[in-house]
């Protein structure tokens, strides 16, 4: 794969043992020289284009290391990613923006990468195995470079730093019986046990300055810088330096403290001193904690931009539950309105069941007694019976029958009507409707029915092509007196069950 680099990427050739964070300047993943074979396409970074270290993926699809893709946020506005523009120059989406907010840990690509064979890489180590254990190993490598512990300023393979303090480091010479001063070169012929060194080290700091100063104004007296001398003084001081930057010095010094203590040129050495090693050293630890508090700073900015984005998100998350509530009532009013619908039609279908296409419709009443007492009550004055039709696409009708009586028959008879419906055939018919209704309420036991015929009347409103759902009710307000209804002589009226029949027949 062609290597594209961005402004400022870090080459290929980067070194292996470290390792970056989304605070480094210059961010990117694991070289690809770590692999024991080639990584498939799917494991490189669109930024770096190595090993994904900590993968993000995008809206877009493409991964990028996280260090990459903080390091892009960061270092430019609006960053589109460029994987989609060299797919797609022309066309630039939202995308195709990255944003660290919108991105989200690809667990599944991690973890293949984790798993993925590596080797060591540092010259003369064959260690191998996966990426997950290759920090844990450099951490040990016994090839890796690494500087001295006794602060002498060299580097040496770890396995060697051993060898190194016991026979090389100018900060750590010891001898097989006794330890000697670290300070024995410059003057001072101090012998003992570990502990006594450190302890006399520790109590002799007046003495060993003086030592230092001594040598270092022999060392000036001494210098020519165009004589062979030269070499041998620098390495010399280069040695002194690193003692010196090996004491511990206390808190606060007083020049007082060690008065025989040589003066140069109208200023005390011990300030002169400080001057030319602890002053710097100050300044470069200052210098260290201003990175400290730089770092810490945007931090805290990219934690208050994230504190912001999550309120944002917030606030759209919150309108996406309102939106979805409206949604919901909006749903369950649909639902709503849906259930009416079928109740309707399940009703309708059930009087399509019972209706009858021959103009004769036997109606059964049941609970008369509940439904008279209803009735007189006035809670329900009327009933109707299902609708039925002359033909099959003849004239809709139906019956009304009023308990208590209804006009004239108000209170002492029973009053049954006959009501035309609009049907849907009304446009096919003729009007008005001109009919003979029989009314006859069946005899439940020897057959002495109650029959009542008339005639319509065309110039009646009753008779007319229906405007509105029903017309009028026309027929007989006088059906059958309620004595009559409760007398033993008839049964009418069977186990509280009353049977109406009505037939229609052409008078044309």
Same mark, same amino acid.
């Given at each position: ?256 403290? +060690? ?50 984005? +999550? ?105 049954? +009507? ?91």
């Amino acid at each position: 794969m062609a290597e594209r680099r961005s402004s400022g990427s870090r080459p290929a050739s980067a070194d292996v043992s470290s390792f970056p964070d989304a605070a480094n300047e210059v961010p990117s993943g694991y070289p690809l020289s770590l692999c024991l074979a080639a990584p498939e396409p799917k494991y490189l970074c669109s930024h770096c284009e190595r090993v994904l270290r900590t993968a993000l993926q995008t809206l877009c699809g493409h991964r990028y290391c996280k260090a990459c893709l903080a390091w892009l946020v960061r270092n430019h506005k609006n960053p589109v990613c460029q994987s989609c523009k060299e797919e797609d120059p022309d066309n630039v989406d939202e995308e195709m923006l990255l944003s660290i907010e919108k991105a989200f840990s690809d667990a599944a690509i991690n973890k293949e990468i984790s798993e993925l064979s590596v080797h060591c890489v540092v010259p003369g180590c064959t260690w191998t195995g996966i990426m997950e254990a290759l920090e844990g190993h450099q951490s040990t490598c016994e090839y890796t470079q690494i500087p001295c512990h006794a602060g002498c300023g060299q580097e040496v393979m770890r396995k060697k730093l051993a060898e190194h303090l016991r026979q090389e480091c100018t900060l750590s010479a010891t001898s097989t019986d006794k330890d000697i001063c670290r300070f024995s070169r410059i003057g001072c012929s101090f012998k003992g046990s570990r502990k006594e060194r450190q302890e006399h080290e520790k109590n002799t700091l007046g003495t060993h300055l003086v030592l230092l100063l001594q040598h270092a104004r022999q060392l000036k007296g001494n210098l020519d810088p165009a004589g062979s001398g030269a070499d041998s003084c620098f390495k010399a001081a280069k040695a002194l330096n690193g003692i010196f930057l090996s004491l511990q010095l206390p808190p606060a010094l007083d020049v007082n403290s +060690f008065p025989g203590l040589p003066l140069y040129e109208g200023e005390s050495s011990w300030q002169a001193l400080l001057r030319g090693r602890v002053v710097p050293l100050l300044d470069s630890k200052l210098r260290v904690f201003e990175n400290i508090v730089s770092v810490l700073s945007k931090e805290m900015d990219a934690s208050r931009q994230k504190i912001a984005a +999550f309120r944002g998100q917030r606030g759209l998350d919150q309108d996406t539950i309102r939106g979805l509530e409206l949604k919901i009532a909006d749903l369950q009013r649909c639902l709503a309105q849906k259930e009416v619908a079928l109740s309707r039609l399940q009703q309708k279908l059930l009087l399509s069941a019972e209706a009858t296409y021959n103009g004769i419709f036997l109606w059964k009443i049941t609970d008369v007694h509940q439904k008279c007492y209803e009735a007189v009550s006035g809670k329900v004055c009327s009933l109707q019976s299902p609708a039925f039709y002359t033909a099959r696409y003849g004239y809709k009708l139906c019956m009304r029958l009023y308990l208590n009586g209804e006009g004239r028959g108000k209170g002492t008879h029973m009053s049954l +009507f006959l009501v035309l419906l609009r049907g849907e055939y009304d446009t096919l018919l003729q009007w008005p409707f001109a009919y003979k209704i029989t009314f006859v309420l069946l005899d439940q036991n020897n057959g002495d029915h109650l029959t009542n015929t008339f005639l319509t009347d065309p110039s009646s409103a009753s008779s007319q092509r229906p405007v509105t759902d029903m017309n009028e009710a026309s027929g007989c307000a006088r059906f059958l007196s309620l004595a009559k209804l409760q007398s033993l002589k008839y049964t009418y009226l069977k186990d509280g069950t009353l049977f109406l029949k009505c037939i229609a027949e052409s008078s044309l």
